[in-house]
């Protein structure tokens, strides 16, 4: 199983990035998949969650409104669109999938994830 991240890079505050994930070697049918961030000194943080269905999508309250989750089950990739960005925003973005659903505490049933992608936000 191979999980890659891809689209960060460094941009101003306000700015806006468009975060992509491939997902080979892993069923993704019937799969939860999420991002979450790591940051020094801080906790990780699951940022947006969205199940094979699609439905409704889970946001951590600190991005709401200002990102996007979707998934593309016929090409296996899941994208984070993200407006609006703050420095708070800083971090290495990880895409990941779950064993569960999203009304679950994802962050610790995520099976696989990639090497994550950083995304740098300058103010």
């Known amino acids: 199983v191979q ?13 806006s990035l468009n975060l992509s994930c491939t997902a080979s070697g892993l069923r993704f ?7 979450f961030r790591q940051s020094p000194h801080k906790e990780r943080e699951g ?3 969205i199940m094979w269905s699609g439905g409704t999508p889970y946001y951590a309250d600190s991005v709401k409104g200002r990102f996007t989750i979707s998934r593309d089950n016929a090409e ?3 994208s984070l669109q993200m407006n609006n960005l703050k420095p708070e925003d800083t971090a290495m ?4 999938s779950i064993y569960d659903s999203c009304e679950t505490s994802w962050l610790d049933l995520m099976d696989y994830w990639g090497k994550g992608t950083l995304v740098t936000i300058s103010s």
């Not at 999980?3 to 700015?15: D, F, H, N, P, R």
């Not at 049918?29 to 999420?34: A, L, P, V």
């Not at 973005?93 to 990941?96: D, E, F």
């Open 76 to 78: 296996n990739t899941v």
């Open 93 to 96: 973005y990880y895409c990941a």
């Open 29 to 35: 049918e019937g799969r939860t998949m999420g991002w």
């Open 3 to 15: 999980v890659m991240e891809s689209g960060g890079g460094l941009v101003q505050a306000g700015g």
């Open 47 to 49: 940022v947006a969650c």
